[in-house]
């Protein structure tokens, strides 16, 4: 039985009109310092659209579009795109999803996006206090008002977009004001993803700014990184707010993918589920890595000039790869009574050593408990709602 995967496309590789001062993605120009182009050729274009089509056992398909800055590639190439699975569908529907900066975002990319049906992502870290200190462009200028017209664009022309915003340090003090503006541009839809960026001190000879995710020596945290703590009472403090008012209306990812672990079904987040190996990450040129945090030399699974992407998901190397989550896991994750719903997080983030002195637990692992914790008897009683056939969201008039 074939088993299903994701690939996160990057278009244009890590090539980006912005330099968002806690980006980790910038560096992996070093991993390809002769490239020529600004985009995927045609030949590697296509393979990618054949074989992520071959590769997936479900009707329905989905092409994930990042970068980088994946408007770069101009819309002759999705237009591109499009043929291609229109061509290879073989009666599949065909789910294009592209997360973009927005800069780029105007008119004729709105009726593209339209015409299309591509759902667009929307990085956005708040108000312009909060997305202007780290999010700017290559001459160090602002960026907020930019964005803000790019929703303004999308939202002028019925376009569906959902917003995924960092928490650094300064956004994640204020977590009321941080969701109450993302409501207020009309995000019904939301990401919250925690920064945590280690660095590499100077003198190191990893090759790199930011730290691989199995590198330890001379590697700390980032100062634009949020500690477990706080990611923890930001967490507590959107979701007391959106379970008794906002639930059934705004769809924040995290909170999703809780209630569906509580209700025994799959991992809504691949940070979260049992294994990692079926969320992998293409380069423009057709390399393959493991994933989207592990683009790195001895992660390269193969290039689809060379191999499919179903071959590279079933080769004993991605097993093993996928396998390490679930065996690295310390102590005590594996006592944990709440490990059913993050199975110790991404390894990336695992470095802290574990109290028990066998392994590695996850950096924001405190933060993940207090949390749980509070929501524990709110996913009880979604659960109990949900299996007596009544729509979760009918929480808040419980809580009233």
């Known amino acids: 039985m074939k088993k299903s995967?994701?690939?996160?496309?990057?278009?244009?590789?890590?090539?980006?009109?912005?330099?968002?001062?806690?980006?980790?993605?910038?560096?992996?120009?070093?991993l390809y310092p002769s490239r020529n182009t600004v985009c995927m050729d045609d030949e590697t274009l296509a393979l990618y659209v054949q074989y992520q089509i071959d590769a997936q056992p479900t009707n329905d398909v989905v092409f994930a579009w990042q970068g980088g800055e994946p408007l770069l590639a101009g819309i002759d190439f999705y237009l591109r795109a499009c043929a291609l699975q229109k061509t290879h569908a073989r009666g599949k529907r065909i789910i294009n999803t592209l997360q973009t900066n927005g800069l780029l975002i105007n008119d004729k990319w709105c009726r593209f996006f339209r015409d299309n049906d591509f759902l667009i992502g929307i990085s956005i870290d708040g108000d312009e206090e909060f997305h202007d200190c780290y999010r700017k462009t290559q001459a160090g200028r602002p960026t907020h008002q930019q964005v803000i017209k790019a929703i303004d664009k999308l939202v002028e022309y019925g376009i569906a977009f959902n917003t995924l915003t960092v928490l650094h340090?300064?956004?994640?003090?204020?977590?009321?004001?941080?969701?109450?503006?993302?409501?207020?541009?009309?995000?019904?839809?939301?990401?919250?993803?925690?920064?945590?960026?280690?660095?590499?001190?100077?003198?190191?000879?990893?090759?790199?700014?930011?730290?691989?995710?199995?590198?330890?020596?001379?590697?700390?945290?980032?100062?634009?990184?949020?500690?477990?703590?706080?990611?923890?009472?930001?967490?507590?403090?959107?979701?007391?707010?959106?379970?008794?008012?906002?639930?059934?209306?705004?769809?924040?990812?995290?909170?999703?993918?809780?209630?569906?672990?509580w209700c025994q079904m799959p991992a809504q987040m691949c940070i979260f589920a049992e294994q990692c190996g079926t969320a992998?990450?293409?380069?423009?040129?057709?390399?393959?890595?493991?994933?989207?945090?592990?683009?790195?030399?001895q992660y390269k699974a193969g290039n689809i000039h060379r191999v499919s992407i179903e071959e590279i998901v079933n080769r004993p190397e991605n097993a093993d790869f996928a396998a390490n989550k679930s065996r690295d896991l310390a102590h005590e994750c594996q006592k944990c009574r709440f490990k059913f719903a993050c199975f110790g997080g991404c390894p990336?983030?695992?470095?802290?050593?574990?109290?028990?002195?066998?392994?590695?637990?996850?950096?924001?692992?405190?933060?993940?408990?207090?949390?749980?914790?509070?929501?524990?008897?709110?996913?009880?009683?979604?659960?109990?709602?949900?299996?007596?056939?009544?729509?979760?969201s009918e929480i808040k008039n419980l809580l009233a």
Not at 11 to 16: A, F, I, N
Not at 200 to 210: E, R
């Open 169 to 261: 340090d300064v956004n994640v003090k204020d977590p009321l004001r941080l969701y109450q503006y993302l409501k207020k541009i009309g995000s019904r839809d939301m990401q919250f993803i925690p920064l945590l960026e280690r660095e590499v001190a100077a003198g190191c000879t990893s090759g790199f700014t930011w730290a691989p995710p199995d590198f330890e020596a001379s590697a700390r945290v980032s100062s634009q990184s949020i500690t477990a703590e706080d990611f923890g009472k930001f967490m507590k403090t959107i979701f007391y707010r959106w379970v008794r008012h906002d639930i059934g209306e705004v769809g924040i990812q995290f909170f999703e993918h809780l209630f569906a672990v």
């Open 280 to 297: 992998l990450a293409l380069e423009m040129n057709g390399d393959i890595y493991q994933c989207d945090h592990y683009v790195y030399p």
């Open 5 to 30: 995967c994701h690939v996160m496309a990057k278009p244009t590789g890590s090539l980006c009109n912005l330099n968002c001062e806690y980006c980790f993605y910038l560096e992996k120009a070093h």
């Open 348 to 392: 990336k983030h695992r470095f802290v050593p574990a109290a028990a002195g066998s392994g590695k637990i996850n950096y924001f692992c405190s933060g993940y408990q207090s949390f749980f914790h509070y929501v524990e008897p709110y996913m009880l009683m979604m659960k109990s709602l949900w299996e007596r056939g009544i729509s979760p």
